[in-house]
């Protein structure tokens, strides 16, 4: 069984500020993918960032960016010039393709803005 | 377009109960998931569908679930002898079908069983 693990129950950052969230994965697989996922106080989950296990680059999204180590099977979160709406639960996610394509998700990371 | 809508937004009930809980997808999404989220934790998956049919309900708890998309579009998740630890916010999630394909949520559905 796959498993996503999230270190870090909680994690504050000054706005404007540089935060990284933490997340390690177990899976015996070679082809995957890994997602961020936001969910605000109003529950709706958003997909923050995407990363293809077989793509070597580092997935990029505006301010958003991963660091993913696929030997080290790590996959962090960085989120640079934070700012007060970034503040939410924030979820790591493995799937694996063509099995039902269902998410394993992580217990997640509290994120706190600071003025 | 719209996205992943979910009724009602809460739902609260007696122990014993029977709920349904309703999902209208992305139009045009074929593949439809269901997750159950508890407080304090991820989502944990429940069940697939592709089309019509479940085509994974491995993460159904117990008989008590079940879930069903008789038109390929909208699905009802149905939870008969509601139990207090069926409490949970219950995610909805569509998607085209494909490896690369994002799964995109609606906002939940909060039961509460007292």
């Known amino acids: 069984a796959q498993t996503v693990t999230q270190s870090q129950p909680e994690m504050s950052v000054q706005e404007a500020e540089t935060v990284t969230l933490s997340c390690t994965y177990d899976?015996?697989?070679?082809?995957?993918?890994l997602f961020w996922y936001k969910q605000p106080p109003s529950r709706q989950m958003i997909l923050v960032i995407r990363?293809?296990?077989?793509?070597?680059q580092n997935a990029t999204e505006n301010r958003f960016s991963v660091n993913f180590q696929k030997a080290a099977k790590s996959f962090s979160l960085k989120i640079s010039d934070s700012q007060l709406g970034d503040a939410a639960m924030y979820f790591c996610?493995?799937?694996?393709?063509?099995?039902?394509?269902?998410?394993?998700f992580g217990t997640g990371t509290s994120l706190t803005v600071i003025p | 377009g719209a996205g992943v809508s979910q009724t009602p937004s809460n739902k609260v009930t007696e122990k014993g109960k029977y709920v349904e809980l309703r999902c209208d997808p992305i139009s045009g999404h074929t593949a439809l998931y269901w997750y159950r989220q508890s407080l304090g934790q991820g989502p944990e998956f429940l069940i697939y569908f592709q089309g019509t049919g479940a085509a994974d309900d491995s993460g159904l708890p117990n008989d008590r679930f079940f879930a069903v998309r008789p038109e390929g579009s909208v699905s009802t998740l149905k939870i008969q002898r509601t139990e207090r630890g069926d409490s949970a916010v219950y995610l909805c999630a569509s998607s085209y079908l494909g490896p690369t394909d994002t799964q995109y949520f609606g906002p939940g559905t909060r039961l509460t069983v007292l």
């Open positions: 996610a493995y799937r694996r393709p063509n099995t039902g394509n269902q998410f394993y």
């Open positions: 990363q293809e296990a077989y793509k070597q």
């Open positions: 899976t015996s697989e070679s082809d995957y993918y």
